[in-house]
């Protein structure tokens, strides 16, 4: 009888539950099934931990001591602990920005810095750490498409000065680093300078002048995005378009005074080595320089270029 | 006769009332709320996991509000199936034990509602702990979530960031404090421990003792996770070729056990994401579903029993 009866009220409630299951899947609630990977790495007890609907909590103790291998400097060990952490916790947006810095950020800079490694071991080990935590990030995304801050996180590392002469085309990355900000720009929910970086990033992309000048006065037309950076590189682009133009008096007309064009146009080029364009920036600072009679020893060409170098230099010795 | 007497004797509801008071006393004096003491160590403890951040404002703390839920709900899970299965098994071999269970069944109590009531009282104090963990865990969190919020917003203005970015900060940080989501995660800890004391409650009506039904009401819990894919197993047969006898042993295995997977959204919300009300009403319909038939059940059984 009382068998009847458990088999008739689980055939009665089947339907519904896996209605409800198909509702939770659709809002994005239920987290995948856990690899049975991450139940080897975990161990048992953290294993029984994590089915009985405490995944979360496991993840929390694997962060806890991610951080000690952190300390430690064992960036096997803390690449592989964020690898189950993120399979635990897969929605954590924490998670995996946390692991893709430790790769391409903290490891890249241990590699930089370690001087028990001859160079070129270093800098493949820089390399690699990098690549990982712009892998990690990438995932990361797949999980989470519409998370704007994980897209806006990899545009930063695409298009960061200090990690983009990893890849072997900067003026892929940068593209990427464009298209990826591009994606967090249009979830909606993604603040103002993020559509700003999106346009460093094309601004920076061979080729993809024109498309960029467009984002530039599209951006120009609120007072908000009136920052330095996208002044002086409307300035450029406009310049690139139109090779006849006045980019000395243009360059004044948008900062105000020659002073202020000078020392705008002045740092743009302290900045070459950021791969920015830099279209008639050269011939501006030249006639400036002599508007405002600069000594020769206080020109801007005279004067060292600003970091970042890149890997050739900095695994030299 | 006092009002309370005349309500218990006249009654269902209130006979149910009287032993759910009574089994609620009973566990209290078990000095259970003890345990609380512990949870406070374990929500205040959590607030000191504070890991460096690695970007600017909107990364700062956040990785502690996310540690305080996680802690803090894990501890509600652990605690609240612990005592739904340890309490239920307990009471019926107790009353037996002590001979109250004689006591009682000689007067003209409905075993329904002696059964209905020792339920009750377990939930009751289930109910009880976890909305007192709620509120320590809420205070914590929002204390907690000001001070993150604070040192976020002061830092974005530092750094000079425009109107909507700060607001747009502000919005996704307070995702991750005390939300109407997260008190739906607690209800739905709740309703799990209700389905795993309705089932505690079933077994130990057959069992020979209380360890025997602890252990298996907690292979029952633990199996309960994998329910869903069976029944998926089931389901999608057709898919990928299973034999007969395996879609049949997938078929009986997701009618006769409890599917607990479903309540797994807890997991989300501590990631910070909202559970929609209608989710939690279907949580709660099936939280009820099972106390309701494995009450039932525990009656089929425990009215032939004989003492």
Known sequence: ?317 | MSKTNAVARGSHVGRIWVIARHAFTQLVRMKVFYFLAVFAVIAIASNFFDLPQHEGPESLGVNVLHSIKSWSLGTMTLFSVVLSIVATALLLPKDVEDRTLYTILAKPVPRIDYLAGKLLGVLLLVFVSLALMDALMTAVLQIRTTVVLGQQLGMAQAQGWPADTVESLRRDTLLNGPTWSLQGAVFAVFLRASIMASLALLISTFSTSTLFTAIISFMVYFIGHFQADARAVYLHAGHSGESLAGRMGALLFSLVLPDFQNFNVIDAVIEGQTMPLMVLGKLTLVGLYYAVFFTAASWLVFAEKEF
């Open chain 1, 1 to 317: 009888m009382l068998t009847l009866a458990l088999l008739a009220f689980g055939a009665a409630r089947m339907p519904f539950e896996a209605g409800l299951a198909e509702d939770i899947q659709a809002a994005g609630l239920m987290p995948p099934k856990m690899e049975i990977g991450t139940r080897d790495k975990i161990g048992q007890t953290s294993s029984a931990v994590a089915l009985g609907g405490l995944r979360t909590l496991v993840a929390t103790f694997l962060n806890l001591r991610a951080f000690g291998f952190f300390e430690e400097q064992r960036w096997n060990d803390v690449s592989e602990t964020y690898g189950t952490i993120v399979d635990l916790a897969p929605r954590t947006r924490y998670y995996w920005e946390t692991g893709s810095w430790h790769s391409a950020y903290n490891a890249a800079s241990y590699y930089l810095n370690d001087s028990k490694l001859p160079a070129l071991r270093r800098r493949e080990a820089w390399r690699a750490a990098i690549f990982q935590g712009r892998a990690f990030l990438e995932r990361g995304i797949r999980n989470n498409p519409n998370d704007w801050n994980l897209l806006s996180s990899l545009g930063f590392l695409l298009a960061d000065a200090n990690k983009f002469p990893a890849f072997r085309d900067p003026n892929a990355s940068f593209a990427r680093a464009a298209e990826t900000y591009h994606r967090a720009w249009e979830t909606g929910k993604a603040p103002g300078y993020v559509r700003r970086n999106e346009f460093y990033a094309l601004a920076r992309v061979t080729g993809k002048e024109s498309e960029a000048l467009s984002l530039a006065h599209e951006l120009y037309t609120e007072q908000r995005n009136h920052v330095p950076t996208v002044m002086i590189l409307l300035l450029v682009l406009e310049s690139h378009e139109n090779p006849e133009l006045d980019v000395t008096a243009r360059a004044v007309e948008i900062f105000g005074t020659p002073e202020k064009a000078y020392e705008a146009l002045a740092s743009h080029w302290q900045h070459t080595r950021e791969h920015f364009p830099i279209y008639g920036v050269a011939g501006a600072l030249k006639s400036l320089e002599k508007s405002l009679a600069v000594s020769p020893d206080k020109s801007i060409f005279n004067k060292l270029l600003q970091s970042p170098a890149g890997p050739d230099e900095w695994f030299s010795h």
